[in-house]
């Protein structure tokens, strides 16, 4: 499947972003959705995930009750709001995907689960 993040950008401290992740050439609904950031000089962390029919999500600790993931099979889209951003949310937001053969309610924050990856897109908060 191939991923394409946008909605990234600069943004003072308490803002808010609305990231989207455009799939294509797949049934999107076969897929468990991963949002991941790289902040500089950090690993990357997993803060997100939506499973194939959005029935269960993950948040990190870092960002729980600030950002919601949701996603629309139909469109073949999914998002990441975020609100209340801090500058520690400056980061390159990826989000990534997986594969599971048959419907499940099941979802993984595990990198190694994801094989594919869009390219990023940068979000910046400052203070």
């Known amino acids: 499947v191939q991923l394409v993040e946008s909605g990234g950008a600069s943004v003072q401290a308490g803002g808010s972003l609305r990231l989207s992740c455009a799939a294509s050439g797949v049934d999107f609904g076969d897929y468990v959705i991963g949002w991941f950031r790289q902040a500089p000089g950090k690993e990357r962390e997993g803060i997100s995930s939506i499973s194939q029919r959005a029935e269960n999500t993950y948040y990190s600790n870092s960002v729980k009750g600030r950002f919601t993931v949701s996603r629309d099979n139909a469109a073949k889209m999914a998002y990441l709001q975020m609100d209340l951003l801090k500058p520690d949310d400056t980061a390159i937001y990826y989000c990534?995907?997986?594969?599971?053969?048959?419907?499940?309610?099941?979802?993984?924050?595990?990198?190694?689960?994801?094989?594919?990856w869009g390219q990023g897109t940068p979000v910046t908060v400052s203070s």
């Open positions: 990534a995907a997986y594969i599971v053969a048959a419907p499940s309610p099941s979802l993984s924050i595990l990198e190694d689960e994801y094989d594919s």
